[in-house]
């Protein structure tokens, strides 16, 4: 097994003579193996090797693998760092789930353990995971990338053991009378992962493919390879068509763009966006889509984008670019104009409205919908681009009924008998021109929360309630 693994290292070149090598060491079977290949492979590559572990706070005996992997470190004479982190409280803090801000917080530890922020990052997933994760992806919708799940390298962290299926692992753990600790909540169904592990990929090994995991991972090797041919066709694509500009952001010569294999336009659009927000986690196919739209219509319009982000048109060029903002506190505050651009979770203080709330959870069919004048609850899943406080402007709307009829913003005031010279110091909580909440008043039926609601954004004056 550790010549599979050290020709795997080989083949994507994850580790150098005179690496400096962290480790993520939780004290499962994965992650004990890890660490007992790397000082194997130490044998015929030197590098430097340090352990993490990280306590989320989560599990009763989540204290004993800690001083299971301290101990194992001290015998091993390996450097040891434990972080602690109470993972539960900083999920409520973030708006995440458990398992994604434990991941983040893991992570981020691993990084902080690097050498001057040099050095690769070791963690323990293995065939199984990976394919987990493709499947985890194709349910949810997903490009070539998230389709061939985990990289062996991505950045800083490598993937030693993704060469490996979980059994070889315990297998080999097993012949060697390595001891390692069990996290009870792998048995659990509490994580999507743990029941696509348990019933969707168990069954497919079972009753659809033997070696299900095996083809999955040769079809995932296929997959980063189609994905490399595309980022090299994409990058061929930009020079033909785009232009970086720093006062004007990326400039898209439409007309070329609008020449090119409508799949690779996708791709375009995706670069430009990444380099101008400096990320893509928020950007879905109906980002991308619109601003496609945007592009191949006539006349001059923008959208607004997550990351802050405005894509304009005029004429035969596009454009892509943050809106010049400065940064007060928890808020963005865009120069001359009484816009309020929102960050979740975060409170901000509107002067008109004192401080204001904004968290995320998600629904369960144990919770009730408040009837308060100023808390109010929003599908978030609903809520595609920048949510933004402010007053209003021309073409505003709401949705004013179960069959998605709108009003202008208009018209309500004039209906609701609003004074003209109040209509201009009202704020309003908005989605580009659509109006989610007009506080005080009402909020738009298409924002409502429904039953097949998964995330709520909940926004709460805090000096009214």
Known sequence: MIKKVLN??????????????VAGVSGGADSVCLLFVLLEIRKQIPFTLKVVHVNHGIRKEAAADADFVKNLCL??????????????????????????????????????????GRGKIAVAHNSNDRAETMLFHLFRGTGLTGAAGIRPVKGKVIRPLLCLKRSEIENWLMERKISFCTDSTNEQDIYTRNRIRHHILTYAEKEVCQGAVINMNRAAEQLL??????????KEAVRRCVQMS????????????????????????????EQTAGG???????????????????????LHLPYHLIVYKK?????????????HGDLYKKERKEIYYVTVPSVLEVPELGKIEFTIFSQTN?????????????????????????????GDFLTINNQMGHKSLQDYFVNEKIPKDKRDEIILLAEGSHIIWIPGLRISEYYKVQ???RRILQVCILDKD
């Open 8 to 21: 795997y290292i080989n083949q994507y070149e994850m580790i150098r003579p005179d690496d400096s090598i």
């Open 75 to 116: 015998e091993k004479n390996i450097p040891f760092k434990l972080v602690e982190k109470n993972v539960k409280e900083s999920a409520k803090q973030s708006g995440l789930s458990e398992e994604e801000e434990g991941r983040r917080i893991r992570y981020e530890a691993f990084e902080n353990e690097l050498m001057e």
């Open 225 to 234: 390879e189609a994905e490399e041919f595309v980022v090299r066709q994409t």
């Open 246 to 273: 720093a006062q004007e952001g990326v400039l898209i010569k439409i007309p070329q763009f609008l020449k090119e294999d409508k799949y690779l336009r996708g791709r375009i659009l995706l670069f430009c966006i």
């Open 280 to 302: 893509r986690k928020d950007i879905t196919a109906a980002h991308i889509k619109s601003v496609e739209m945007l592009f191949e219509g006539s006349g001059s319009r923008e």
């Open 315 to 327: 004429y035969d060029v596009g454009m892509i670019k943050r809106e010049e903002m400065v940064l």
């Open 366 to 394: 144990s919770q009730n919908i408040p009837e308060k004048t100023y808390t109010k609850w929003f599908d978030y899943d609903k809520i595609t681009s920048s949510v933004v406080l402010r007053t209003r402007k021309k």
């Open 451 to 453: 039953k097949n609601t």
